[in-house]
């Protein structure tokens, strides 16, 4: 059997885990994450003015009503209509090669959903499974706090970095090598 100590040691390694998962995903150069994104329902009208509309959304469930489908879009410069151009930003190779990404969620703001999550009892018991388990043997309610390493390390020495955009002659945006006619198989070519 555990002493309570142990069992609060547990929770708070539960919580920095939390933390860093936090932090991580914060630091991600994905679309849904940047600032400018904006998800934009695709239209589902089929007729637009008693006319046909070609670029109605197609996509539908079993009982033939459209599928609420989104596009990213980036919205930085379309205070000028002008010159936006209207930009798509879906995938992520789009965010990992855009210089203007822009974090959605600061090193503050991840912090205070942290601290508003882990203090919610009815979030901890929905999402922190085994934190709640381990609360329900303290009979405790809420969480203890972080270590004082890691608010000391959140607090002072934390960056949420986002990596810089790929350029276009980054190996890791060309696509894959031909495979070329010596691949060492010496029986491909031959023919009775």
Not at 13 to 18: C, D, F, S, T
Not at 20 to 39: G, I, K, M, T
Not at 150 to 177: E, M, N, S, T
Request: net charge negative; glycine share 6%; charged share 30%.
């Amino acid at each position: 059997m555990k002493d309570s100590k142990s069992i609060s040691a547990r929770i708070r390694y539960l919580l920095v885990q939390e933390l860093d998962r936090r932090v991580q995903e914060a630091s991600q150069r994905v679309p849904v994450l940047c600032r400018h994104n904006y998800r934009h329902s695709l239209d589902t009208r089929k007729e637009v003015m008693s006319e046909p509309n070609i670029y109605y959304n197609r996509i539908a469930d079993e009982e033939g009503n459209p599928v609420g489908q989104t596009l990213g879009l980036c919205l930085l410069g379309s205070g000028d209509p002008e010159k936006w151009n209207g930009t798509i930003c879906e995938d992520d190779i789009d965010a990992k090669r855009c210089p203007y990404f822009t974090p959605l969620r600061s090193k503050a703001v991840v912090w205070e959903e942290f601290q508003r999550d882990t203090s919610d009892p009815e979030w901890v018991a929905a999402n922190m499974g085994p934190v709640h388990e381990l609360l329900w043997v303290l009979e405790e309610d809420s969480c203890p706090s972080l270590p004082w390493w890691k608010r000391l390390w959140y607090r002072w020495f934390l960056r949420i970095v986002v990596a810089p955009p790929l350029q276009v002659g980054d190996p890791l945006l060309l696509p894959p090598a031909p495979l070329s006619e010596e691949t060492g198989d010496d029986d491909a070519g031959d023919s009775v």
